[in-house]
């Protein structure tokens, strides 16, 4: 059984920083890419990072992007999002999610692929940015 679990979510106050961590487990972790999103209700998914882990090449959505940086210990089963200057705006629920490189073969690629083609994904962790 695949499965995702996400955390490092929490409260943090304007300009403050987080670090999420992603384990992953029932697949081999090499031969996928993993994505971070993020939505709050009501909204769509937005694509907050993507890291194709045989590579370690990484893609930012464009309100993330020099703030956010993914990573992924492969070792380890692992991805991680480092959030740093978080605002107001990047309150959210987060969640990772995992598909194949046969499908994503970039970094690039991982926010236009349908849902439906992620493996699995987790449940997610809140984040949310207040003072």
């Keep these: 059984e695949v499965q995702l679990v996400e955390s490092g979510g929490g409260l943090v106050q304007p300009g403050g920083s987080l ?29 907050v990072s993507c890291i194709t882990t045989r590579d370690g090449k990484t893609h930012y959505g464009n309100s993330v992007k020099d703030r956010f940086t993914t990573s992924s210990d492969n070792a380890k089963n692992m991805v991680y ?12 629920v987060y969640y990772c999610a995992a598909i194949s490189h046969t499908v994503v073969v970039a970094s690039t690629l991982c926010f236009s692929a349908p849902e439906y083609l992620y493996e699995s994904r987790g449940q997610g962790t809140q984040v949310t940015v207040s003072s």
Aim: aromatic share 10%; with cysteine.
């Design 19 to 47: 670090r999420l961590s992603c384990v992953v487990s029932g697949l081999t972790f090499d031969d996928y890419a993993i994505g971070w999103f993020r939505q709050v209700p009501g909204n769509n998914r937005e694509g």
């Design 81 to 92: 999002l480092q959030m740093n200057d978080l605002k107001p705006e990047d309150t959210a």
